[in-house]
């Protein structure tokens, strides 16, 4: 017989400062607010890019134990385990079409793939115990051209190389849907992210008639491969994403991420705009170094949206260095406790 969770039990402290619930798995926990239902007892909580090793480097000589690995460290601090799987095709850097010519072959192998298959079924187990939360990685089709021809030459070649910029997406295209059909005949993931940075602070990188040009004709092909599967797909870009949501809809997206509030991204804006728009990240980063007080608060800005449902609340990048351990600790004690308000009895439904 199920036991009835009490309020002792999303309270109860335990030596890591983190109120530990009884009931549903991590992945559980992740789904169901993926899918806009309330959890029992608490949210996820999860690091979706967890920290620098600036930072963690820092926090061994403030105490934390050097003997413990990535998944270790999450576990220690009691976050639940988010994994991202993925594969990225070599890159190197290219000015023309006899560049890339030259060196494609060395980057869509099957041998990537392989590697990341084996990944995925050493998870397999553990994943459909639900003991952890699966994000698949896709480097995206701004994001991968860069790489290929560095930050400053990409932007040109949106109009000094159109046709070699569709000929590396359309490659990019058929290496993503091979490695993504791979990896879900292994399992199903929890959400697939692409990888973007496609904004600044200002805004978007690209136009509207260069995305829709240049990327949507591929996001069109590669995310309906995880969608048949019932998996949600996000787009991760940094900076200020919000006048691109209307674009990332139109290609199939589920939701975005990170969320950076330096940009002045603003999560309840997003939900009453898109109020079935999946999120994650979101917490403000630089407020980690402030005391208890701050931190405090930047809860109390997200926890309205937390409790909407569609909302993983997470760091809205990886953890500076200029974090302590005690600030992280304290940062960890507050997540347990909103992460609970957020799934009280008599708080404000899911829309």
């Known amino acids: 017989m199920k036991r009835v969770m009490t309020s002792d039990d999303r309270t109860r402290v335990m030596g890591n400062g983190v109120g530990k619930t009884a009931g549903l798995t991590p992945r559980e926990r992740f789904q169901r607010v993926m899918a806009f239902e309330k959890p029992e007892g608490r949210l996820p909580m999860v690091e979706w890019a967890a920290w620098w090793d600036k930072t963690t480097d820092r926090w061994k000589t403030e105490g934390l134990s050097a003997d413990l690995d990535w998944e270790g460290t999450l576990r220690h601090f009691g976050l639940d385990v988010l994994v991202c799987v993925g594969v990225s095709p070599h890159s190197a850097g290219i000015q023309n079409q006899a560049d890339y010519d030259r060196i494609k072959s060395g980057l869509f192998l099957e041998e990537n793939i392989a590697g990341a298959v084996r990944h995925a079924a050493s998870l397999r187990e553990r994943h459909e115990r639900g003991e952890v939360i699966i994000r698949i990685w896709l480097d995206g089709f701004f994001w991968y051209p860069r790489r290929l021809f560095g930050i400053e030459n990409h932007l040109f070649a949106f109009y000094d190389h159109p046709d070699l910029m569709h000929q590396i997406n359309r490659d990019l295209t058929a290496f993503n849907i091979k490695y993504l059909n791979a990896v879900l005949d292994v399992l199903t993931p929890d959400m697939v992210g692409f990888a973007e940075d496609m904004s600044y602070n200002n805004g978007p990188m690209l136009s509207k008639e260069a995305f829709d040009e240049f990327l949507l004709p591929y996001y069109r092909q590669v995310v309906p491969v995880a969608k048949a599967r019932g ?23 589920d939701g975005i991420y990170p969320l950076e509030r330096q940009s002045g991204v603003d999560v309840a804006r997003i939900r009453k705009n898109y109020p079935r728009l999946l999120m ?20 109390e800005r997200l926890l309205p949206v937390m409790r909407t449902g569609g909302f993983i609340p997470s760091v809205d990048h990886q953890t500076p260095p200029g974090v302590s351990l005690e600030n992280y600790r304290t940062y960890i004690r507050l997540f347990g406790e909103y992460a609970a308000r957020a799934c009280d009895a008599g708080a404000p439904s899911v829309p």
Do not use: Q
């Open 231 to 253: 998996v949600p797909v996000l787009v991760d870009t940094d900076g200020m994403l919000e006048d691109m949501i209307p674009w990332l809809l139109d290609a199939g997206m």
């Open 280 to 299: 994650m990240g979101g917490y403000d980063k630089m407020v980690m170094n402030k005391g208890e007080m701050a931190m405090r608060a930047e809860f």
